[in-house]
């Protein structure tokens, strides 16, 4: 039977400060989150960086499904600090008024030389009104939660560069650069990129193994203008949100600009915007005679509205410029360690999926370490599922980068992958609703643990089978555009028809018509989509709203709450 947390109780301190349960390796978001969370359960945690806090980090633009899984953390695992990030108000009135709001994804595309064309224009709002996504100035949210990892009892040390690892059969160590040792009895490496562990074990599957290539560099700046002051538009081309109050990405042939507004509400303090190019290394070799802000002004200067963009616009800190960023583990859990997050694997900035993936990775991470602890046993079976979702979550997020990137030259193309990507967002938090409810009514942990039972994990919609077969068709069709076998308008109209005829899009969202570029679901449209799913949807996602699913199992009924419009 699963245990309820509160059948867990502290275990005694070690006699030596530098013995701990868990060693994690990066303070940062993924770090000091699983951090707060063990030791608030009683585990003995090190964190120990190389750097220090506060400092500069991307993944900042989080989506409504990163909400709920933070809320699910805080209430799942008793941190109620973890709260703060599922909404604007919560982040600015208990970390800092320094993030901005974010009421959609938007989506326009360009060519060289050329006004945007609003045809073209795509806008994405998710449907709540319990949550407010935002875009995390990350140097105050990372700082704040090492500070509550730190204060439910985790020791830290920074600036503390790792020169080794050991893995052993009854202990992990880590050794500084200092030679100073830590030994612990699990190790989980949350480090990024250039990770001690996948290092030590040489686990970084080749290049070629992954079939996304886009190479990136990214600052924040001042004095960046609103997209909505720089479009040459009417009115009758206006999205339902203005642009500048989401996060906004500008398209282009194998690449795209983003713009991350943190001074986009009127309460914040913070009058910065995180700005970055991500484009094809192929396509565009990396020039070795101009600075990154030089070539990012040049490609800015391609797109009338995005140079409008950028015009009067200051860099206040050093740029990141980096080639191919894209990397995976060909392991990602062992015995008494696991890559977790970025240390394990990153495709693209393109959908923000980091905080989310994260966030996936510590909910199911966090209650099997807790368990291994206990019972002193750390056989890698019991981290299966772990593995199999990092390694889906990368393979997915592959995939649709990869196909988005193939599409971005032609709209009739990039209009159904887009779609493709639109039709998971509502039933993969409603999947996610009816199991967090039903266990907040009981207190049971076996409710989620039968949520991890999904037949794909890591694809955008795990448990659907008829999703998995949309998905798989648009892979099918875009990389048969990149292997030069079809013209992407005709892939487009195709893949356009498998979108308006698959049973698993959602009625009454607009998705299955090409033509509506702004996907805004008002209330009645909301109950239309429900009462459809009810009575003619199909059978494996009738459970969303019927509170039933295929296998039998009852779930809760949709609460009115979040089938909302955002406020």
């Not at 039977?1 to 301190?13: C, F, G, N, T, W």
């Not at 560069?161 to 949350?190: C, F, Q, S, T």
């Not at 079939?211 to 609103?226: A, D």
């Not at 909910?363 to 299966?384: K, V």
Request: aromatic fraction near 10%; hydrophobic fraction near 35%; charge should be negative.
């Amino acid at each position: 039977m699963p245990r309820k947390l509160s059948d867990y109780r502290p275990r005694p301190r070690l006699a030596t400060p530098r013995q701990h349960d868990v060693i994690i390796l990066g303070s940062g978001l993924a770090g000091s989150t699983l951090g707060a969370i063990l030791a608030r359960q009683g585990v003995s945690v090190l964190l120990l960086d190389g750097g220090v806090h506060p400092r500069f980090a991307v993944g900042e633009s989080t989506t409504l499904y990163t909400l709920k899984l933070f809320r699910l953390l805080a209430r799942r695992y008793g941190v109620p600090e973890l709260e703060p990030l599922t909404s604007y108000e919560g982040y600015r009135d208990a970390i800092a008024p320094t993030s901005g709001t974010k009421r959609h994804f938007g989506f326009i595309r360009h060519e060289e030389g050329k006004e945007p064309d609003p045809a073209e224009f795509n806008q994405f709002s998710p449907p709540s009104r319990v949550l407010q996504t935002s875009h995390l100035f990350r140097q105050d949210s990372d700082a704040y939660l090492l500070h509550t990892a730190i204060r439910y009892g985790c020791d830290v040390r920074q600036a503390f560069p790792v020169e080794d690892v050991e893995l052993e059969e009854n202990h992990v160590a880590v050794i500084g650069r200092n030679g100073e040792r830590h030994e612990g009895r699990y190790l989980v490496d949350a480090s990024g990129f250039r990770s001690p562990l996948a290092q030590h074990l040489a686990l970084r599957k080749p290049p070629e193994e992954i079939k996304h290539h886009s190479r990136s560099m990214f600052t924040h700046m001042i004095g960046v203008r609103p997209t909505d002051a720089c479009l040459r538009v009417g009115p009758e081309d206006a999205p339902p949100i203005p642009w500048v109050e989401g996060t906004m990405h500008h398209l282009f042939d194998r690449g795209w600009f983003w713009s991350i507004p943190f001074n986009n509400a009127p309460d914040s303090k913070n009058p910065l915007v995180s700005v970055g190019l991500t484009l094809d290394e192929r396509m565009y070799p990396k020039p070795d005679d101009m600075s990154p802000e030089e070539e990012f002004r040049q490609f800015a200067a391609r797109f009338p509205a995005v140079e409008r963009l950028f015009t009067d616009a200051r860099t206040v800190r050093p740029w990141v410029s980096a080639g191919r960023i894209q990397y995976a583990s060909s392991q990602t859990v062992g015995h008494r360690w696991c890559l977790m997050s970025h240390a394990a694997g990153f495709i693209d900035p393109l959908f923000s999926r980091g905080l989310t993936n994260t966030g996936e990775l510590i909910n199911s991470l966090a209650w099997r370490l807790l368990d291994a602890l206990s019972e002193d046993d750390f056989d890698e079976e019991r981290f299966r599922y772990v593995e199999e979702l990092q390694q889906g979550l990368i393979r997915y997020n592959d995939e649709l980068v990869n196909c988005s990137f193939i599409s971005f030259s032609d709209h009739a193309l990039w209009n159904a992958v887009y779609r493709v990507w639109c039709a998971a967002e509502v039933p993969i938090n409603l999947r996610f609703d009816r199991f967090t409810e039903r266990f907040m009514e009981s207190g049971d942990e076996g409710v989620l643990r039968v949520m991890e039972q999904a037949a794909y994990p890591g694809l955008p919609v795990p448990g659907s089978h008829g999703y998995k077969a949309l998905f798989d068709e648009m892979v099918r069709v875009c990389e048969a555009v990149d292997r030069g076998e079809r013209t992407s308008a005709d892939a487009g109209k195709d893949l356009m028809t498998t979108v308006r005829n698959a049973p698993v899009v959602l009625d009454h969202l607009g998705l299955r018509d090409p033509s509506c570029r702004f996907v805004y679901p008002k209330p009645e449209d909301l109950r239309r989509m429900a009462h459809w799913l009810r009575h003619e949807g199909p059978d494996e996602l009738r459970y969303l709203t019927t509170g039933v699913d295929v296998k039998g199992e009852t779930l809760p009924t949709a609460p009115r709450e979040e089938m909302a419009v955002p406020h």
